[in-house]
């Protein structure tokens, strides 16, 4: 069973990004399909950059787009849950 993280994917890349370990998004964002049992290696990653809300702490936040090597969609929960805000 894995861990209980109380911090969603998408706090947890915004930090990397923030704080200069962007390297190693790609493979947090690849544990992290594996731990939904989805194969990483048939994905492409991609992240983009946008300005944070209004309020927020943060100055920027990282959204996550997948995208399936095989042509086929991925799935609307899967994508919607890399890119879910706390």
Known sequence: MPRYNPYTLQMQLTRMFAEGQS???QQKVRDWL????EDPDA???V???HPAPPGSQEVFHIEVELHRLDGQPVDSWLQEEANRHG
């Open 47 to 49: 992240f983009h950059q």
């Open 43 to 45: 994905y492409e990653i």
């Open 23 to 25: 390297f190693f998004a």
């Open 34 to 37: 594996r731990e939904r049992n």
